[in-house]
T-cell receptor, first 115, second 108 residues
């Protein structure tokens, strides 16, 4: 069964450094998402992406964040200058086209630790 | 504002006992409600959604608009049901709004 994959599984970085989190969505999916979960807190929506554009973003998704689909398979989240409070589990998700309430399929997550 | 509340952080039951995981939501429109489950060391996966009105692994959930609730129920819990359960709402946009989750432990 096709799955969303994410790399790396764990990323450790120094405050102020740039990080890129990578995701490979399910191949026939057209809608892509990033969520994050700070330890002990809720899973929070960051951004949705469709047709090479951001379709929706949260207040968390400020100018330090960007997303890109550089080729036909990868979907990346870049944090330009990481802060301590960016430490979290980051989940990528994707879904098929059509009905917006179709299931979002989640990746296993990347744990980002900012020191 | 869209909000999902799961009042129980932890829930522990014995095998064969009924289980109910509570979920209340706040949304001014007509939301779509979901239950996601995360088994140990696995990814978040959809368990069931209101619109499908189906029973998955013996679990059911009924949307009560009057009480703004979407509680998850199973009449006879199994040990393999032990997991983290997240209630989520989707209302008029792409984003899922999650509750904090309930960790269910089913004891033998």
């Amino acid at each position: 069964e096709p799955e969303v994959t994410q790399t790396p599984s764990h990323q450790v970085t120094q405050m102020g450094q740039e990080v890129i989190l990578r995701c490979v969505p399910i191949s026939n999916h057209l809608y892509f998402y990033w969520y994050r979960q700070i330890l002990g807190q809720k899973v929070e929506f960051l951004v949705s992406f469709y047709n090479n554009e951001i379709s929706e973003k949260s207040e968390i998704f400020d100018d330090q964040f960007s997303v890109e689909r550089p080729d036909g398979s990868n979907f990346t989240l870049k944090i330009r200058s990481t802060k301590l409070e960016d430490s979290a589990m980051y989940f990528c998700a994707s879904r098929t086209s059509g009905y917006s309430y179709n299931e979002q399929f989640f990746g296993p997550g990347t744990r980002l630790t900012v020191l | 504002a869209q909000r999902v509340t799961q009042p129980e952080k932890l829930l522990s039951v014995f095998k064969g006992a009924p289980v109910e995981l509570k979920c209340n939501y706040s949304y001014s429109g007509s939301p779509e409600l979901f239950w996601y489950v995360q088994y140990s060391r696995q990814r978040l996966q959809l368990l069931l959604r209101h619109i499908s009105r189906e029973s998955i692994k013996g679990f059911t959930a009924d949307l009560n608009k009057g009480e703004t609730s979407f509680h998850l129920k199973k009449p006879f819990a199994q040990e393999e049901d032990s997991a983290m359960y997240y209630c989520a709402l989707q209302g008029g946009s792409e984003k899922l709004v999650f509750g904090k989750g309930t960790k269910l432990t089913v004891n033998p």
